[in-house]
DNA sequence: CATGAAGGTTCTAGCCACTATAAGGTCAAG
DNA sequence: CTTGACCTTATAGTGGCTAGAACCTTCATG
């Protein structure tokens, strides 16, 4: 019950940005406050939760849109949850694909490192493979 | 000996978009070339071996700013290589340090994909982590 | 030599998810 | 009543392009 608080406290409750919480609310991704006769927001528990749910499903790596929808669908308890899995699996083979490209990258920077014993850029293995 | 060619042609060449190698220029990783009177670009060997070297620096990952310092490296024979293997170190570092935040994201997905069985939002174990 | 299609030119705006800066207004404590 | 921390909006910038508009050039045809 921590009542009203302006949006630096919110930002300091959920270790986000004030400018991040601006833009969630200009994204559509929490809707706009009250204000104090000066203009303040005041956020309440209900925009922490949200803010908290946000910042847990960007960790996931997922899009704001897709956050956007998570939020959407979190708020009809008795809707299906296809759309919340296929958002989530989506984002699961994204990463394992991801995932694939940097081990191939990994590889290549690896052996480029290893290639190169030379002094000068002449005789640079690395500048050779880059130039062909 | 292709002599000289247009954009279009360059583009073709190396599987790059012509608005790309105008960025390119405009970004200073090719300078700007010989132009027919119509104002054409004209392109030479030159800046094809340019843009190949750029396309397989992209190809590993690399910013911009890295692949034109590495170009400004590769025009001077006789500097030592440092740099160069600095480069390619810090990219291999970037690269393995992703690999395990994503590798950690894909344990994360695959636990809460794995997780619902639910057919409602209502008892979603996903809606359910991401809500605390 | 005229025409028309294909391809070139510059400029502006948009993408994502913020970050940074400026110029100003509000709030609470002392 | 002043101070200083905090808030407000607006604007521009990040990276590496992509998309679109409005216009101009080139070159192979008829």
Redesign the pocket.
Do not use: C, F
């Given at each position: 019950m921590s009542g009203q608080i302006?949006?630096?406290?919110l930002a300091k409750a959920t270790d986000t940005?004030?400018?991040?919480i601006?833009?969630y609310e200009s994204a559509g991704l929490i809707s706009p406050v009250n204000r104090?006769?000066?203009?303040?927001?005041l956020y309440t528990d209900r925009e922490k939760d949200r803010l908290l749910f946000i910042k847990r499903a960007?960790q996931l790596g997922l899009?704001?849109?897709d956050v956007k929808s998570l939020l959407g669908l979190a708020d009809d308890e008795n809707a299906p949850c296809e759309q919340v899995d296929s958002i989530i699996h989506e984002q699961l083979e994204r990463v394992r694909s991801r995932v694939r490209d940097l081990l191939k990258l990994e590889q290549e920077l690896g052996r480029l490192e290893r290639g190169c014993k030379a002094e000068t850029i002449g005789e640079c293995k690395i500048i050779e493979s880059l130039s062909r």
């Open positions: 302006t949006i630096g406290r940005k004030a400018v991040t601006r833009y104090t006769q000066g203009g303040y927001r960007r899009s704001l849109e």
